[in-house]
């Protein structure tokens, strides 16, 4: 005879409401119906502080647009004479009784504020100014609550109307939470004087650490240098003919800036399992025959050092997601609540060509723009590099010098036009036979075909293909020179 089932214990993780009846049918009706009966957050006295000390010091006003606009007031009466403050001040017009009752009354609404002796019960009730901008503040975050409230009445109006993607009706739901919180961030102009200062202290603090990294670190010091690490907001495409290494290298590159640098890193794999993903890492971080590993024929030393590289990559903050064809919209969700829950500098996408717009685009190349266009607005959005693998067309084959240009990068002018830095990896050993091969074809050229913000050039590491590792060659010095592109 089957036991009774238990009550869950935690009723938000059942879906009950705090009474504790499932929140169905008509219990979902009576809690919406509760919710939406209250007055929306508000504080009155506040707002007719703000407006008090307007009038009895005008200067304020131009610390307070930075804070409110009139939206932000819950009194319809409070909206119309702050809209009334704000034309007045476009147009260098004294903000005081006599003028802003006349203004009130050419737009018709001096009434509705209730006439003049309302208006000089504000001045009157204020007693100093000095607390405006406190006030200010309360009077925007009663605002953003209003906001968040009427955000979450409208995607309970649309999902039981239901007439819509639920994909779209996530993207679009998550897009207006940003939205208000975005919001909520002041940015205004800053002196020179105040941006010298925090830049010369940028500087001096990189004199003392002699960093040449401001970005992720890739791990390759001559890389590097020439790109001071991946930068926040950049969009990195990395393009490459098969077998030439590029799923290798960035893979490579995320490992070692989490593992390293504990950077969150988030890996979209859209071609092998994460099960795969996690497996070239250890063998890359542990220099572990891959070959040997999926046959299973490991010796004692092979698992010593799977065991190392275990410990290190268990304890680095990797995220992977082996989605297939997963969507820029899909992205776009797991990379804001992965920010949000476990903080995040690092994406990678392997690769580029096999995600899906959100909507559909019947030509591909303008589905690869819009792919290629969404990803950049995620690396700017969230303020973390972006790391997009990508194809390259069959015409480098042709070519007697099959190192990659930029002309080779397949479908879309969109990438090269979106992309900050575009890297292309090279091997030589790819396009020889094995009884060709000689030590130098360990050699791997990354070459930097783009940067936006620093210089182009060449560097090359070590491929140790067995265990798909790129390692530093030391006896290569820099550069000397770099060319601009």
């Not at 036991?3 to 219990?27: H, V």
């Not at 990195?236 to 504990?262: D, E, H, L, Y």
């Not at 050092?305 to 919209?329: C, E, G, K, V, W």
């Amino acid at each position: 005879m089957d036991s009774p089932r238990k009550k869950p214990r935690n009723s938000k993780s059942s879906g009950l409401s705090g009474s504790g009846e499932p929140l169905t049918g008509q219990a979902l009706e009576r809690v919406s119906s509760d919710v939406l009966r209250k007055v929306p957050p508000q504080n009155l006295e506040a707002e007719q502080s703000v407006l008090g000390g307007i009038l009895l010091k005008n200067s304020i006003l131009f610390n307070l647009i930075d804070l409110v606009d009139e939206d932000d007031f819950y009194s319809p009466a409070h909206r119309f004479i702050f809209q009334a403050i704000l034309d007045l001040s476009r147009k260098n017009a004294p903000i005081d009784l006599v003028s802003l009752a006349e203004a009130l009354r050419a737009s018709g609404r001096l009434d509705e504020v209730g006439g003049p002796a309302y208006l000089g019960d504000l001045a009157a009730s204020t007693v100093s100014s000095a607390n405006a901008l406190h006030h200010a503040e309360i009077v925007r975050e009663k605002s953003v609550q209003r906001k968040l409230i009427s955000t979450a009445v409208d995607i309970i109006t649309r999902c039981y109307d239901g007439g819509q993607d639920t994909e779209q009706l996530l993207d679009e739901s998550e897009q207006a939470i940003f939205a208000i919180a975005d919001s909520r961030s002041t940015k205004g102009f800053k002196s020179s004087k105040d941006l010298i200062t925090k830049v010369f202290e940028q500087i001096e603090q990189r004199m003392e650490n002699q960093e040449l990294v401001t970005g992720v670190p890739s791990g390759y010091y001559q890389f590097d240098e020439y790109t001071a690490g991946l930068q926040p907001s950049d969009l990195i495409i990395m393009a490459g003919r098969p077998s030439m290494g590029k799923t290798a290298f960035a893979m490579n590159v995320a490992m070692r800036a989490a593992a390293m640098s504990a950077i969150p890193t988030a890996i979209f794999s859209l071609e092998m399992s994460m099960e795969q993903i996690m497996q070239r890492m250890l063998c890359c971080w542990g220099k572990v025959d891959l070959a040997k590993l999926r046959r299973g024929r490991l010796d004692d030393e092979d698992w010593s050092r799977l065991y190392d590289a275990a410990n290190h990559l268990s304890a680095s903050p990797i995220f992977i997601d082996d989605t297939p064809a997963i969507t820029t919209m899909d992205l776009r969700a797991r990379c804001r609540r992965l920010k949000a829950e476990h903080g995040l500098g690092l994406i990678v996408v392997d690769y580029l060509q096999l995600m899906r717009a959100s909507r559909r685009i019947d030509s591909r190349e303008q589905e690869i723009s819009e792919i290629s266009r969404s990803l950049k607005s995620l690396a700017k959005e969230l303020h973390v590099p972006v790391v997009a693998l990508s194809q390259l067309n069959r015409k480098v084959e042709e070519r007697a010098d099959k190192r990659p240009m930029m002309s080779d990068l397949r479908e879309s002018g969109a990438i090269e036009q979106d992309a900050d830095v575009i890297i292309f990896l090279y091997r030589g050993a790819a396009y020889k036979k094995k009884e060709e091969l000689t030590p130098e074809d360990n050699v791997a050229e990354i070459i930097i075909g783009k940067q936006r913000n620093g210089p182009t050039g060449m560097v090359k590491l070590l491929f140790l293909k067995e265990s798909t590792a790129f390692e530093n060659l030391s006896d290569i010095p820099a550069p000397s020179e770099f060319g601009m592109g």
